[in-house]
């Protein structure tokens, strides 16, 4: 399956992204025992202060990226596709432009968190090229950390 390249998103984008992440979420609400923080994020505000990227299918988007550079790494904050596409390589593309952020940026690795809860994101990041780094409590999550350590362009 192909999957279109990401763009930046804009504020038109804003509704259609907070239904996709909804969508892609909502599953691990019970397991968590609340909302996962992507689904309590201000995207129109995350245009901003953050890297926000889509992709577009037929059905409109069904896939968001958000990015936010750090002092020395990058920080992949959310990756959401569509559970329609799910599957079909969309989310290995946005991790791929989370490492050309980091790139743009001269920024050495990206690092993200995901919770312990979501069980299935704890093997799909390490074949990904991501290693574990750590456990811990964090804004009320169980969270496990990550980072992807990038080579030289």
Same mark, same amino acid.
């Given at each position: 399956?192909? &999957? !279109?390249?990401?763009?930046?998103?804009?504020?038109?984008?804003?509704?259609?992204?907070?239904?996709?992440? /909804?969508?892609?979420? %909502?599953?691990?609400?019970?397991?968590?025992?609340?909302?996962?923080? !992507?689904?309590? &994020?201000?995207?129109? /505000?995350?245009?901003?202060?953050?890297?926000?990227?889509?992709?577009?299918? !037929?059905?409109?988007?069904?896939?968001? +990226?958000?990015?936010?550079?750090?002092?020395? &790494?990058? +920080?992949?904050?959310?990756? /959401?596709?569509?559970?329609?596409?799910?599957?079909?390589?969309?989310?290995?593309? +946005?991790? %791929?432009?989370?490492?050309? @952020?980091?790139?743009?940026?001269?920024?050495?690795?990206?690092?993200?968190?995901?919770?312990? /809860?979501?069980?299935?994101?704890?093997?799909?990041?390490?074949? &990904?090229?991501?290693?574990?780094?750590?456990?811990?409590?964090? @804004?009320?999550?169980?969270?496990?950390?990550?980072?992807?350590? +990038?080579?030289?362009?």
């Amino acid at each position: 399956m192909t &999957h !279109p390249d990401p763009r930046r998103a804009t504020a038109a984008d804003v509704p259609a992204i907070e239904r996709l992440v /909804a969508a892609a979420f %909502a599953p691990y609400i019970e397991r968590i025992g609340r909302p996962p923080a !992507p689904m309590t &994020h201000d995207y129109r /505000a995350l245009l901003d202060t953050a890297r926000v990227w889509v992709t577009d299918g !037929p059905g409109g988007i069904d896939g968001v +990226l958000v990015t936010m550079p750090q002092d020395d &790494h990058l +920080l992949l904050d959310t990756v /959401a596709v569509s559970p329609y596409v799910r599957g079909g390589g969309y989310g290995a593309a +946005l991790l %791929a432009r989370a490492e050309d @952020d980091a790139r743009e940026l001269s920024l050495p690795e990206v690092r993200l968190y995901t919770n312990v /809860a979501m069980t299935e994101n704890l093997t799909y990041y390490p074949r &990904h090229g991501y290693v574990e780094t750590g456990r811990a409590r964090s @804004d009320g999550y169980e969270r496990v950390f990550f980072t992807r350590r +990038l080579s030289a362009p």
